[in-house]
């Protein structure tokens, strides 16, 4: 929340507080934004995806901030065809949430997570923590004044993820590990092209499989089970368990 409360608060905007209830209900939350005179807005794809089968045509004069997970080409141009200007941003909450953003225009090719904000740097890197060069898959690490500083009584996770920083030049510098496997574009923006672990994000939430698998197999009918996304219906992602029973 710290975007949708603290930019509101410094520019003299006021804020609307949905209710849980309504961001299930494509046509109450068109109702909602059309009512509150709505001027930015930020959601995660699925949301966007809910609005528009239900038929929101009202993106006029509205910016639309869309993060938590990869945005769609067919849904960034459907967006777009609907008046919006639209944003993608991109950032775990371990750098403070974004860190880089891309405004979209309509087009075919893939959408990019775009460049980095202020007083943040990004490198994607190799297997040996060694820059790679344009257009060749690497893993983002991020850098800069939104780093957090680890994670709360957990020192060993925190050595894992936030590495040393060798090229700042900034003593003490560290650089966040994401996960995620990017490559630089010709044009200087970041493209997300996978995880290279097992967590995946379904409708803006992290979600390691792995310890659903594991609670799943506490169950004594349960021998083996085995978790994954699935997207049966465009822009409807939910998680899906297979389970092998004694």
């Known amino acids: 929340a710290v975007l949708e409360l603290w930019l509101p608060l410094i520019t003299g905007a006021r804020v609307m507080l949905a209710p849980q209830a309504l961001l299930s209900d494509g046509p109450a939350l068109a109702r909602a934004i059309r009512?509150?005179?709505?001027?930015?807005?930020?959601?995660?794809?699925?949301?966007?995806?809910?609005?528009l089968d239900a038929g929101w045509k009202d993106a006029q004069n509205l910016k639309i901030l869309c993060g938590g997970e990869a945005m769609p080409r067919s849904l960034a141009n459907a967006l777009l065809a609907a008046g919006a200007e639209l944003w993608n941003m991109y950032g775990?909450?371990?750098?403070?949430?974004?860190?880089?953003?891309?405004?979209?225009?309509?087009?075919?090719?893939?959408?990019p997570i775009g460049r980095p904000i202020a007083n943040t740097a990004v490198y994607v890197l190799d297997a040996h923590q060694q820059p790679v060069p344009v257009n060749v898959p690497g893993e983002l690490y991020i850098g800069g004044d939104?780093?957090?500083?680890?994670?709360?009584?957990?020192?060993?996770?925190?050595?894992?993820?936030?590495?040393?920083?060798?090229?700042?030049?900034?003593?003490?510098?560290?650089?966040?590990?994401?996960?995620?496997?990017?490559?630089?574009?010709?044009?200087?923006?970041?493209?997300?092209?996978?995880?290279?672990?097992?967590?995946?994000?379904?409708?803006?939430?992290?979600?390691?499989?792995?310890?659903?698998e594991s609670r799943l197999e506490t169950h004594e009918r349960v021998r083996q089970a085995v978790v994954m996304v699935r997207e049966d219906t465009p822009g409807d992602q939910r998680l899906v368990a297979y389970l092998l029973t004694t």
């Open 35 to 51: 009512n509150a005179g709505t001027t930015v807005m930020q959601a995660t794809p699925a949301t966007w995806r809910l609005l």
């Open 92 to 111: 775990p909450t371990e750098t403070t949430v974004w860190s880089v953003i891309h405004k979209v225009e309509s087009g075919e090719d893939p959408v």
């Open 146 to 212: 939104g780093l957090a500083r680890g994670y709360h009584n957990r020192p060993e996770l925190t050595a894992e993820r936030f590495v040393p920083d060798r090229f700042s030049g900034r003593a003490g510098g560290r650089l966040y590990r994401t996960g995620d496997q990017v490559r630089f574009r010709p044009d200087g923006t970041l493209e997300y092209l996978s995880r290279l672990d097992n967590q995946v994000k379904v409708r803006g939430y992290r979600i390691e499989l792995g310890e659903i």
